[in-house]
């Protein structure tokens, strides 16, 4: 391995979108005055930008490039999320909400979720949901910035304007923009002073043009050009697990206020997003193509969504997995590059975030070391394995038999990890989470839940409150989060204040 304390201080990012430009502002403002950051994109491939949803930990991102949270939600047209509705996902006509932060008071014996199913079996507790202010904004079509970090929100935001503001920022740190189209990707033949043969040497531009580089940032989306197809790392097929195989997707216009969560419809070849933005809604189809054709997606999408449809729908083909590295020599792969899962949950950005925040924490500035490799791969992998596992959940526990797709994911074998949290659930009442993990304990328990898994038993500390005192505890909990709810305004005329002072001033006449 090259150990050059100078070595490294040419980085090529290939690709541009969110992948390319998340990885960029955040290299660029923290090493940016020791690199020089090349990203290479063009106009002419357009990129997927299917995933217009996020979860709370953008704002981890967002705090370590100093962002103001109004101006980037003007310059993107975003609006809040504060969780997703599952709509059909149980059975038909069936939905339950998956909030962010936490549900009622946990003791530190036992989750909260263990007192409520007390009360729900003596007949004291109002719905799960009563006692998670997310939840009940959400429904209230409300949201404010609250004290103390009341409610936990991410955002929906338009992915095509995020690239670009986040380019702004990045050429502010230095950041080079070629545009161009790459024609092939260039290899070292032999060892030298700083690289290795096999390693990554240079870009080769369709006009002849090299762009040489010590490290390469895989940002070509599924076609991984430099790490699948130049170096050859394979991939792994999680098709069983997840048969979904196509999207389509289309803008369309807003017919009515903003609400503030994403709603997630299942339908018989697979399921549909709606994600309201202050300009336009975001529409998809996630489906098996052996449930639908490629033909008749479009049109099927069309019939499912409301207002006049701006865009062209199109069409997306993937094969849910991963690669099975995704740092391999000189080159890490960021996004669709190395792997992916449906944007059921919202994973996508986090994703890249996590992958980013991760190459800053082991950047390789005095030559790649092969323990700095090992633990990018192995980190990368677990969290790609975590996410995996909580999407299947939402298919596995399902109670829909009007499809070949539902049926044989309700009764497909499952990954033993996954198998593991659904039997300690069912039986106990309890979820474990390791501290790295992005989806917390409530999490699962909303999801199982409202997937229909209702556990057989609760932990004796419940017991040792009586059926007043359990009554009182529960109703001041729902009192509180009603509280919260009443003193909010609603949501979009909460967006249109906030983002005010940042719009471009009207033309005079």
């Given at each position: 391995m090259n150990t050059s304390p100078n070595a490294f201080h040419r980085v090529v990012i290939a690709g541009g979108g969110t992948a390319g430009w998340m990885t960029a502002a955040l290299m660029s403002k923290l090493l940016g005055k020791r690199l020089e950051i090349r990203l290479v994109e063009s106009e002419e491939i357009g990129t997927v930008g299917v995933g217009e949803a996020t979860i709370p930990a953008l704002h981890t991102f967002?705090?370590?490039?100093?962002?103001?949270?109004?101006?980037?939600?003007?310059?993107?047209?975003?609006?809040?999320?504060?969780?997703?509705q599952f709509e059909g996902w149980k059975a038909i006509g069936e939905h339950y909400f998956h909030s962010f932060g936490s549900t009622g008071n946990d003791h530190w014996s036992a989750g909260f979720q263990h007192f409520w199913l007390k009360g729900r079996a003596q007949g004291l507790a109002r719905p799960y949901t009563d006692?998670?202010?997310?939840?009940?904004?959400?429904?209230?079509?409300?949201?404010?910035?609250?004290?103390?970090?009341?409610?936990?929100?991410?955002?929906?935001?338009?992915?095509?304007?995020?690239?670009?503001?986040?380019?702004?920022?990045?050429?502010?740190?230095?950041?080079?923009?070629?545009?161009g189209r790459i024609a092939r990707v260039l290899q070292h033949e032999t060892d030298t002073a700083t690289?290795?043969?096999?390693?990554?040497?240079?870009?080769?531009?369709?006009?002849?043009?090299?762009?040489?580089?010590?490290?390469?940032?895989?940002?070509?989306?599924?076609?991984?050009?430099?790490?699948?197809?130049?170096?050859?790392?394979?991939?792994?097929?999680?098709?069983?697990?997840?048969?979904?195989?196509?999207?389509v997707a289309v803008q369309t216009s807003s017919v009515r206020e903003a609400w503030p969560y994403t709603r997630s419809i299942a339908h018989p070849f697979g399921w549909q997003w709606r994600i309201p933005l202050q300009h336009r809604v975001g529409n998809g189809l996630v489906y098996s193509s052996k449930e639908l054709s490629d033909a008749d997606a479009p049109e099927v999408l069309k019939r499912h969504v409301e207002?006049?449809?701006?865009?062209?729908?199109?069409?997306?083909?993937?094969?849910?997995?991963?690669?099975?590295?995704?740092?391999?020599?000189?080159?890490?792969?960021?996004?669709?590059?190395?792997?992916?899962?449906?944007?059921?949950?919202?994973?996508?950005?986090?994703?890249?975030?996590?992958?980013?925040?991760?190459?800053?924490?082991?950047?390789?500035?005095?030559?790649?070391?092969?323990?700095?490799?090992?633990?990018?791969?192995?980190?990368?992998?677990r969290d790609l394995e975590h996410i995996r596992d909580f999407i299947v959940l939402h298919y596995h526990v399902n109670q829909r038999t009007d499809s070949a797709l539902w049926r044989h994911v309700r009764e497909m074998t499952l990954p033993p990890t996954l198998r593991h949290r659904i039997e300690l659930f069912r039986e106990t009442a309890r979820v474990f989470r390791p501290s790295d993990e992005l989806f917390a304990e409530n999490s699962w328990i909303q999801v199982m839940m409202g997937?229909?898994?209702?556990?057989?038993?609760?932990?004796p500390v419940a017991d040792l409150m009586g059926p007043d005192e359990l009554q009182r505890f529960l109703e001041d909990i729902r009192v509180r989060v009603q509280r919260i709810v009443a003193g909010l305004p609603a949501h979009q005329a909460y967006v249109q204040q906030l983002c005010a002072p940042f719009r471009d001033p009207a033309p005079v006449a």
């Open positions: 967002h705090n370590l490039l100093g962002l103001n949270e109004a101006e980037f939600m003007a310059a993107t047209n975003a609006t809040f999320k504060l969780g997703i006692y998670n202010p997310e939840t009940m904004a959400a429904h209230a079509n409300r949201f404010a910035h609250v004290p103390n970090n009341a409610l936990n929100y991410a955002y929906h935001l338009d992915a095509g304007r995020y690239a670009r503001f986040l380019r702004g920022l990045s050429e502010g740190y230095g950041v080079q923009r070629i545009e690289a290795r043969a096999g390693d990554i040497a240079a870009l080769q531009m369709m006009d002849g043009s090299r762009i040489e580089g010590d490290l390469f940032i895989d940002c070509t989306g599924f076609r991984s050009l430099l790490l699948g197809e130049t170096l050859g790392v394979g991939y792994e097929d999680w098709s069983y697990w997840l048969p979904c195989d196509r999207a207002g006049d449809v701006l865009i062209q729908p199109r069409i997306l083909r993937f094969l849910p997995g991963q690669r099975d590295k995704v740092w391999e020599r000189n080159c890490v792969a960021v996004g669709l590059a190395g792997g992916f899962v449906e944007p059921l949950e919202s994973t996508s950005i986090h994703l890249i975030q996590r992958h980013a925040i991760r190459l800053m924490q082991l950047f390789p500035s005095g030559g790649i070391q092969q323990a700095d490799v090992d633990e990018f791969n192995l980190q990368s992998r997937q229909g898994l209702m556990p057989g038993r609760y932990h």
